[in-house]
């Protein structure tokens, strides 16, 4: 430790056997690493937390205040206590980090080393205020903890190499919720226009989604239908709402299986007939049915014979709500507080992915699985995907019963559920 010296801390193994062990302060039997002022002794924990105590003093001193003075805290001076607490770089009064420098100090310079070109040795003059705004992070310890993460620390040296910052260039980067964050505080910071990230985000999802597809042709007819149907209606739209975004995977998805489905069976779409689709629709679950939307766009487009139709269920089918409808019955059900998480999660599963009730109300943990940036949910086999804000309901029931039923609490793996919801698109703390 740096701040040995008068009334500085203790040297380890030299305890001072002529006093009782204990600190003056907490009252604990700890050992003291500290004798101050008039409080004598302070143990390591009573110690670390005063270096951290800010606020002013009686004296009108702002800043660290470890002493005490009559049960209040009190800066350095009023309480006659040695201790180094300034940075060497900055002056600022702070727990120092390493070689005399402040968190912030400390924080500047890694934020300056990683977003500098090493092979220029300068910063590319758009990642100027960038830097900037990651350095005045109100939170600096947090900061440090964030940027040290290799992952984040490589990140930033390719940001740094890059002949420009473009989102171009940000999406030559390796795909990643670091890049997702980074881009966002570009974003926010005017280093980079704003961009519809949930029509890109869908653009990713297709590229990988065309790779389930088992046979080339069927491949070709999907990559047009996202190309021609669900990217041609969201560049349309102003912004993608989530509902879009998840519908539209939902409709792609189904879609893609019932080709694979047909592909299994050897029957090309174009030689498709009312027996197949009849044949589709009895054999899996409700989710089958959204097959509808694909076959009514194939049909329109003569890539498959006319006149099919998806039988409706077995079940009875509520009048459906338009696009603009659910969205806005799922902007009630998003925020509104007035719904139990329990009515919320079921009322997205009918509203946005169009789930029957009775299936909704049947599900149980095991048919959901919680990570850090998605919720799965299984419905009849079928994997809906809930991205934020549309998991909230989820992860705000925690797995005190079963997700509807109000049977008894089902016993089970807990770890989905406790897994910690911290993640880098929500850290740091930044209030720059
Ligand atoms: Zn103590
Ligand atoms: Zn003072
Ligand atoms: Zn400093």
Redesign the pocket.
Known sequence: MSDAGRGGPLPRGHRDRRRDPG?D??G?S?WPVARWGAEDQ??G??YQQAKRTRGTCECGHVGVLPGRLSGQPACRTCAGITLNIDCVRCGAEGELYRDGLCWQCTLSDLIDELLTNPATGIMAPELVPFAKALRSMKRANSGLTWIRQRHVTTFLKNLALQPSTTHESIDALPRSRTRDYVRGLLVEHGVLPRRDETKVRYQEWAQDALERLTDEANRAIIDRYIRWHHLRRMNELEAVSHGTFLRSKQTVTVAINFLNWLHDREIPLEDLQQADVDDWVRDGPTTRLIADRFLNWAMGNRIAPSGLKVPRHRRGTSTKLSGADQDAALGQVVDGKSLSARDRAAAILVLVFGQQLEDVVALTWDDITVTDDLVTVKLGGFEIALNDPLDAPWRDRGRRSTPFSRGAPQCGPTDDFSAPRWSVHRMPTHEG
């Open positions: 600190c302060r907490c604990s700890h302070v143990c924990k009573c």
